[in-house]
């Protein structure tokens, strides 16, 4: 969802960022790149390894508030390019969709409030819904089963490197639309294409199996 689906990756990493910076700390992009597609949780016990006496519950309430000032002033976090027309196609061959983001339940509402038209999804897994996060495969066969298809038969989108390889240790075909990340050596060996964009991916719709 965040980072393939809607452009919410760099904003956080704006808001993370400031945040940082104003309680004292540096939290530099090459730091940030190692937190790329990994659940907040885990984001958030890598700050307290980083940094001596991080105040995580400020740092929390600092940047959520911004989120939902800029929400306010500016609407809702704008789609990717290709996304609506990417989900819409699939819809229209009756392809079945499922959602599986690292994010919460509470983000997907979120995101489903301000663009609807995204949500055409026959299943929606969230971060609640499994115990081993991204890289793990888990979120993966949990979506697969939900669709009630093999994973060898599914292409999975993905935009970050725990994804891709979460994505190609379940055995799907793993594509990846790169956002913030860089595709790491073993993601780009096991990835099955790599793209500019959604956009682009669908132009070349032929080539995913």
């Known amino acids: 969802m965040d980072g393939l689906l809607f452009d919410s ?12 910076a104003r309680l004292g700390f540096d939290l530099s992009d090459a730091l940030y790149a190692e937190m790329v597609g ?10 307290m390894q980083w940094f001596k006496d991080f105040p995580l519950d400020e740092f929390r309430s600092g940047w959520r508030a911004a989120a939902l000032e800029e929400e306010r002033l500016y609407g809702g976090i704008p789609p990717k390019t290709g996304a609506l027309e990417l989900v819409a196609w699939l819809e229209g061959q009756g392809v079945p ?8 339940r509470a983000s997907v509402e979120r995101k489903r409030s301000s ?4 949500f055409r999804f026959a299943a929606i897994v969230t971060i609640e819904h499994i115990i081993r ?10 979506a697969c089963a939900e669709l009630g298809v093999e994973a060898r038969d ?12 979460a994505a190609i240790a379940c055995g799907a075909r793993a594509i990846m639309i790169p956002d913030l990340a860089t595709p790491e050596a073993c993601v ?6 790599i793209y500019e964009s959604l956009a682009h991916a669908l132009d070349s719709r032929d080539e995913w199996f």
């Open 9 to 20: 990756e760099a904003a956080l990493k704006v808001r993370w960022q400031r945040e940082a």
């Open 38 to 47: 990994v659940p907040n949780v885990l984001c958030e016990q890598k700050l």
């Open 97 to 104: 969709m499922a959602l599986a983001t690292s994010s919460s």
């Open 115 to 118: 663009c609807p038209q995204m």
């Open 133 to 142: 996060p991204k890289p793990a495969p888990d979120i993966y066969h949990k």
């Open 154 to 165: 599914c292409v999975v989108f993905e935009d970050s490197n725990p994804g891709m390889r």
């Open 188 to 193: 780009r060996e096991g990835a099955a294409r």
